[in-house]
């Protein structure tokens, strides 16, 4: 079975440009969730989907947006980018809701804000 | 802030010596989970552990869980150099009227051969 799978794998992008990421979950798996990790903030919960429905929000501004798509493949959208967007953003995907089943990551977009 | 939080924030020990890192929370819980993610990479699920239940094993994992004080500990044995990286807790939490799943900061275990 195929696992989570995150692209691009890497990304530059210059202050007030906007990028999409893009998210597969594993086959079967309904819950895709976003999470943003950096070194001083650590893992920071974004947004929860379940069945192309928005389940959950983190305390992030709204600037940064995602959807889900009838194939539970999800995207998530950052516009107007800062310096502290800089970060690696990883997608999960659950067969459950991540509170009631593990969750599978994928390996992250290294996203870098110049 | 963080529901749960690890201890220590970081390990080092020798190979073949066992490995002990705790997660304390806040508030009450259906279920914990462990983590472990390499550097750079996603996370890898290792035990999921309900409210109810007090200790969980795994091949060389062990994980235990105290509601009363809050606090789960990840007992590594026999470490390898291959477990040398970063171990999360996760608990799942009421916050702003939804259930989320909430990382801790991690304990960075450094394993030498």
């Known amino acids: 079975k195929a696992g989570v799978t995150q692209t691009p794998r890497y990304l530059i992008k210059t202050r007030g440009q906007q990028v999409t990421l893009s998210c597969s979950p594993i086959?079967?798996?309904?819950?895709v969730s976003w999470y943003q990790q950096t070194p001083g903030q650590g893992l920071q919960f974004l947004f929860e989907?379940?069945?192309?429905?928005?389940?959950n929000k983190g305390n992030f501004p709204g600037r940064f947006s995602g959807r889900q798509f009838s194939n539970s493949r999800s995207e998530m959208n950052v516009s107007t980018l800062e310096l502290g967007d800089s970060a690696l953003y990883l997608c999960a995907s659950s067969r459950l809701t991540p509170d009631n089943s593990p969750l599978h990551f994928g390996n992250g977009t290294r996203l870098t804000v110049t | 802030s963080q529901q749960g939080e690890e201890d220590p924030q970081a390990l080092s020990i020798q190979e073949g010596e066992n490995a002990t890192m705790n997660c304390s929370y806040k508030t009450s819980i259906n279920n914990l989970q462990w983590y472990r993610q390499n550097s750079g990479r996603g996370l890898v699920h290792l035990i999921l552990?309900?409210?109810?239940?007090r200790e969980k094993h795994s091949g060389r994992l062990r994980v235990t869980l105290d509601t009363s004080k809050k606090s789960s500990s990840l007992l590594i044995t026999a470490s390898r150099a291959a477990d040398t990286a970063s171990y999360f807790c996760?608990?799942?939490?009421?916050?702003?009227?939804?259930?989320?799943?909430?990382f801790g900061q991690g304990t960075r275990l450094t394993i030498n051969p």
């Open positions: 552990i309900r409210s109810n239940e």
């Open positions: 086959s079967g798996h309904r819950s």
């Open positions: 989907y379940f069945s192309e429905t928005q389940r």
């Open positions: 996760a608990t799942d939490s009421i916050i702003q009227g939804a259930q989320k799943l909430v």
